[in-house]
């Protein structure tokens, strides 16, 4: 018995990130345009990581706030009053180590070993993969592609609700689809889970990447204040800070003890330099978002354009968040096909399978870099493409 059959099934049996597979298999490769990725090419800007080296100096290297610096949650409030009019307050936010950390949290405060999560597909792999981890499992429920995009057919997840169902996963704008739920939808998943008592583990982390004016529309517009909804999000796609490893949760104020006894018992909190670095992001920041977003546009609208002109690719521009998760005619294995245009093309992309159900076929491609690499890209796909 090796010593790895001894270990917990559910962490024995945790899958592999599809997305990392074809990441070790091309990485390095001289010229290569790496789009597999779910983050951009930028590095933090300087207002950001001075505050956290200002810190840093300052010798802010002690345990911290569990729930995050009192100023940081006040700007986090502010932040959200901000962009989502609609007022918050400090104490409905704590601070915690990563949007990843945020959904372990979530998970671990309303699903146990034997429930069931409800969760949209395609999806970001990680949701999914952690509920596994705890013993809850995860029940997918496929979106639907046509011209007109991904859409969710509201009876298919009603009927995958069954009496051990503790939570609904609602990841809008999507990664790697790009669906974004407007209010109706959001409005009749929230009576959905008033209606069965379940929880709402709400993903808006890509609310400001939305290309149809203004932010995604959020559980924030459609909610009452005692619904049962945790909002977790993160600083890493909005600020460039993906390596920090910093997020946050919005919760009821009733529920702030609990979820900062589970930080004690996870991560014990963020480093307060780190801290620094994201209230700068929050407080100085909106410009820099502003502009991610507007290039953002620009890429999502170039590459579609480029890949809708070989007439053999089946896409639909997303209204949301940083990826275009498309279809080439006549390749159905998205594995292979994602080697292949790392040996050919010259171009990273991840493949659907690894986002589950309904991802088989697809290829994702992350958009959120400089314009003249997602041109050169896409005319390098579009080569590759032509030439099959
Ligand atoms: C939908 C979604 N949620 C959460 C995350 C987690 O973000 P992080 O752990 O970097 O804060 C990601 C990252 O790709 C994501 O795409």
Known sequence: MSLLDDIRAEARLAPDSGISSIIDYGRGRPGLIPMWAGEGDQATPEFITAAAVAGLEAGETFYTWQRGMPDLRRALADYHSRHFGRSASAEEFLVTGSGMHAIQLALQATAGAGD??????????????????????????????????????????????????????????????????????????????????????????????????????????????????IFVNSFSKNWAMTGWRVGWLRVHPSLQQMFENLIQYSNSGVPQFLQRGALAALDQGDAFVAGQVERAGAARDLVCRILGATNRVKLSPPAGAFYLFFAIDGL?????????????????????????????????????????????????????????
């Open 116 to 229: 069931e999560a409800v969760y949209l597909s395609p999806a970001w792999p990680n949701f999914a993969a952690a509920a596994g981890v705890m013993g809850t499992r995860p029940v997918p429920v496929e979106l639907t592609f046509s011209e007109r995009g991904w859409t969710l057919d509201i009876e298919r997840l009603d009927a995958a609700i069954t009496p051990r169902t503790r939570v609904l996963f609602v990841n809008s704008p999507s990664n790697p689809t790009g669906w974004t739920a407007d209010r109706e939808t959001l409005a009749a998943i929230l009576a959905l889970a008033r209606r069965h008592g379940l929880w709402i583990i709400a993903d808006e982390i890509y609310a400001l990447f939305h290309y149809r004016g203004g932010r995604a529309a959020s559980f924030l517009d459609v909610m009452e204040p005692d619904d049962r909804i």
């Open 332 to 388: 159905p294995d998205a594995r292979a096909a994602a080697a292949e245009i790392v040996d050919k093309a010259n171009v990273g992309l991840a493949p659907g399978t690894a986002f589950g159900a309904g991802g088989d076929g697809y290829l994702r491609l992350c958009f959120h870099r400089r314009l003249d690499q997602v041109e050169e890209a896409a005319e390098r796909l579009a080569g590759w493409i032509g030439g099959r």
